[in-house]
């Protein structure tokens, strides 16, 4: 069965630093999202990019945030200057239509 | 602004039994709902989905109802048994104003014991 898959599973880094999270979501979909959950919290929205442009975005997405999907396979997260509050899960998912939507396993982002 | 509230927030229940979740939801333009179950540390799988003009959706032994006028879904899982213990969330899209970003509640951490 296809599957939403994230790289890295867990990734440390220094408050300051860029990160670049990685998901390939199910090859004939076409809406992608990126979610985050902070630990003990809810899950929360933070984009939705369709046809090769963002369609959403939360209040949480700010510029600190990009999304990119650089190839036909790869849908790609960067935050810049990471600050210890960004720690948390990131879920990539993707779905065919607006509808249901299929969750990546979540890359753990802890940043000291 | 919508908020999505889930009740009980913990469920402990012997196997067998049969559980209703609940979630209720105070912005009733909704475009859909949708059920998930997450187990610890791990990705989100969807159980159902409900569109704004369904009134339920079945799948094996779980059934998820919507009430848009009262604002609230159920989730039902019957003969309930072990491998169910996770966390199971709900997610609403609204329709508002051309937007349709999900609102997630915190969650009903259920636990069957054999």
């Known amino acids: 069965e296809p599957e939403v898959t994230q790289t890295p599973s867990h990734q440390v880094t220094q408050m300051g630093q860029e990160v670049i999270l990685r998901c390939v979501p199910i090859?004939?979909?076409?809406?992608f999202y990126w979610y985050r959950q902070i630990l003990g919290q809810k899950v929360e929205f933070l984009v939705s990019?369709?046809?090769?442009?963002?369609?959403?975005k939360s209040e949480i997405f700010d510029d600190q945030f990009s999304v990119e999907r650089p190839d036909g396979s790869n849908f790609t997260l960067k935050i810049r200057s990471t600050k210890l509050e960004d720690s948390a899960m990131y879920f990539c998912?993707?779905?065919?239509?607006?509808?249901?939507?299929?969750f990546g396993p979540g890359t753990r982002l802890l940043v000291l | 602004k919508q908020e999505v509230t889930q009740i009980p927030a913990a469920l402990s229940v012997p196997e067998g039994e049969n559980l209703v979740l609940n979630c209720s939801f105070t912005?009733?333009?909704?475009?859909?709902l949708q059920w998930f179950r997450q187990d610890p540390g791990k990705g989100l799988t969807s159980l159902l989905l409900?569109?704004?003009?369904?009134r339920e959706q079945t799948s094996g032994r779980l059934n998820a109802s919507l009430d848009k006028s009262s604002g609230r879904s159920t989730l039902y899982i019957a003969a309930s048994q072990p491998g169910d213990s996770a966390t199971y969330l709900c997610?609403?899209?609204?329709?508002?104003?051309?937007?349709?970003?999900?609102?997630f509640g915190r969650g009903t951490s259920l636990i069957v014991h054999p």
């Open positions: 998912a993707s779905s065919g239509t607006q509808e249901t939507q299929y």
């Open positions: 090859s004939n979909h076409l809406y």
């Open positions: 990019f369709y046809n090769n442009e963002i369609s959403e």
């Open positions: 912005d009733s333009a909704i475009y859909n």
């Open positions: 409900i569109q704004s003009s369904q």
């Open positions: 997610a609403v899209r609204t329709a508002s104003g051309g937007s349709y970003i999900p609102t």
